[in-house]
Nanobody, 115 residues
Framework: QVQLVESGGGLVQAGGSLRLSCAASGTIFSYKSMGWYRQAPGKQRELVAGITSGGSTNYADSVKGRFTISRDNAKNTVYLRMNSLKPEDIAVYYC?????????WGQGTQVTVSS
């Protein structure tokens, strides 16, 4: 059974930074393209960043230039560095496979940005 555990969220002021981590267990992580997703209150979950097994990255326009996704296959962990945070970044952040089939979703980590 694959388990995803997200961490690193918190409360920051606008313009601040956070680094999220997602540790995967129960799977061979290195071959999988991974993504960070977020779900704001009352909105659908959206993809914000993705990284292939080879390290190629892509970003939603709303976070391009501010967020950086990376991975450490030896640690089965994917990261999301978030800079210049804005109130519109408030959401619960999740990681999962970039493409279907998805693994079971973790509990996510809450990011709150005060203006």
């Amino acid at each position: 059974q694959v388990q995803l555990v997200e961490s690193g969220g918190g409360l920051v002021q606008a313009g601040g930074s956070l680094r999220l981590s997602c540790a995967a267990s129960g799977t061979i992580f290195s071959y999988k393209s991974m993504g960070w997703y977020r779900q704001a209150p009352g909105k659908q979950r959206e993809l914000v960043a993705g990284i292939t097994s080879g390290g190629s990255t892509n970003y939603a326009d709303s976070v391009k230039g501010r967020f950086t996704i990376s991975r450490d296959n030896a640690k089965n962990t994917v990261y999301l560095r978030m800079n210049s945070l804005k109130p519109e970044d408030i959401a619960v952040y999740y990681c999962n496979a970039l493409n279907v089939p998805f693994w079971p979703w973790g509990q996510g980590t809450q990011v709150t940005v005060s203006s």
